[in-house]
């Protein structure tokens, strides 16, 4: 298997974490971390299930990896995530010293490997990532806008049968 359909499959996982994560009415984002080769942790977006602002994809897939691997050192591995990472999440990849990231979508608010801000590169860092972009990021980015534009319309029916009709 070649590095992009390698890069392909491994994002496949990911979306079926994000879709997990859809049927938990949180925002469809998921991940998953390989080392040498073999999945070693997956994770999906649990904020409003859990009530707790930090349980991101990546930051759950990377505590899981951890205890996996016996160090907070995710040498050789490779982050696998849906939506660009966040500040907070880039700044655990960092931490964790994981050497490349794999994103689907970029995130154009809150994106701090390309968009915002090029925290995985910044060569001030004690760290630097491998980042690899765009991959099946029209999917990705499908699952997201399908998403919030359901919450949207949601929101408004509620709003509209809250409203009472004038007489």
Not at 86 to 97: E, V
Request: charged share 30%; net charge negative; with cysteine.
């Amino acid at each position: 298997m070649n590095l992009n359909e390698q890069d392909q499959h491994f994002m496949e996982l990911a979306i079926a974490e994000a879709k997990k994560a859809e049927v938990l009415g949180e925002v469809p984002i998921g991940a998953v971390i390989v080392h040498r080769g073999e999945v070693i942790a997956r994770a999906h977006n649990l904020r409003e299930t859990t009530q707790n602002a930090v349980t991101h994809a990546e930051i759950s897939a990377i505590q899981d990896a951890c205890a996996v691997i016996g160090s907070w050192r995710l040498e050789e591995t490779t982050l696998y995530v849906t939506l660009e990472p966040c500040p907070m999440c880039a700044g655990a990849i960092l931490q964790s010293r994981i050497p490349t990231v794999v994103y689907g979508a970029r995130d154009g608010k809150a994106g701090c490997v390309d968009s915002l801000y090029r925290l995985l590169n910044d060569e001030r860092f004690n760290h630097e990532c491998e980042v690899r972009d765009d991959v099946l990021g029209e999917q990705c980015g499908a699952l997201l806008t399908n998403f919030f534009r359901a919450l949207r319309e949601k929101k408004k029916r509620a709003k509209k049968e809250a409203t009472p009709e004038a007489e």
